[in-house]
């Protein structure tokens, strides 16, 4: 069945765990969708794992819609969520409304996530009142890693885990359907989560909230030019494929492969008249 917004509402009203992982290509998301996960968020995290940026300030919307329409086509349960990049809506209303609704027309998105909390309050409002939902992220926002000078927990202080709460209302009040906790200290995200009426989505921000999310080739090991503490490997995939890579050179160099299974056959009478006709053109 088809996760929507109302699946999230539905299980914080009902006290269920939502999961989310980030996927950015169609093989990924249809494994990660057959497995049952609720929702696919499309990260600009793609610019460190797939692009291999140093962070996401360089990613454009072309660079999220192409990989967006990709996973919408691989998924067919989750809901799929668009990241929008740096820049793609801090410009004013109309930019935000352009950039979500490409999200939803070229990159067959469900929704939309944003980066930012008050401030970006009447941004969440214009654009659901366009009716697209938005999924909304406070804490550690990445884009804003220079102004925060560089990847730091959020709120660990009276005033700035203040201003967690206050943006946390505030997105609420705005229309979005869930928020994104990041780098939160765990005591106050699961405050935030018990205050809210929309659910929370942890990374990094503890057991308390009412889902969780991981980029997929972080909890996977296929990506470990950096590992966050928040970040747990439930398999060592990057490891398997470099056993897998490592055998397929040596039997390639020991001729070894391909073996006979792996072959195609021709008639006897077809390759005798080629081997004949190769040696009328040869001589």
Do not use: W
Request: aromatic share 6%; glycine share 10%.
């Amino acid at each position: 069945m088809k996760n929507t917004v109302m699946t999230f509402k539905k299980a914080k009203e009902n006290g269920e765990k939502l999961t989310m992982l980030t996927a950015y290509d169609y093989s990924t998301a249809k494994i990660v969708d057959e497995c049952g996960i609720n929702s696919i968020l499309v990260g600009d995290s793609l610019g460190m794992v797939m692009l291999g940026y140093e962070d996401t300030l360089s990613v454009t919307m072309d660079d999220m819609i192409h990989h967006t329409a990709a996973v919408a086509r691989g998924a067919k349960n989750a809901l799929i969520i668009g990241d929008m990049p740096f820049m793609s809506y801090s410009t004013g209303v109309r930019d935000a409304l352009l950039n979500a609704g490409r999200f939803m027309s070229e990159g067959r998105a469900n929704c939309v996530k944003l980066e930012g909390g008050k401030e970006y309050s009447h941004i969440i409002k214009a654009i659901t009142e366009a009716k697209i939902p938005v999924c909304a992220h406070i804490g550690l926002t990445p884009q804003a890693i220079n102004s925060f000078g560089g990847f730091k927990v959020q709120g660990k202080n009276l005033v700035t885990a203040k201003k967690l709460v206050e943006d946390a209302i505030a997105v609420q009040e705005a229309g979005a359907f869930a928020v994104v906790l990041e780098c939160v200290p765990q005591r106050l995200a699961k405050r935030i989560s018990e205050i809210l009426e929309i659910p929370t989505i942890g990374i990094g921000a503890g057991v308390g909230c009412d889902g969780q999310v991981l980029v997929v080739n972080d909890m996977l090991g296929m990506y470990d030019d950096f590992t966050p503490k928040f970040v747990k490997k439930f398999s060592n995939v990057g490891e398997m494929m470099r056993n897998g890579i490592k055998e397929y050179i040596i039997d390639v160099e020991g001729n070894q492969f391909p073996e006979e299974k792996h072959t195609f056959k021709i008639d006897d009478d077809v390759m005798n008249e080629i081997d004949s006709y190769i040696e009328e053109i040869t001589k």
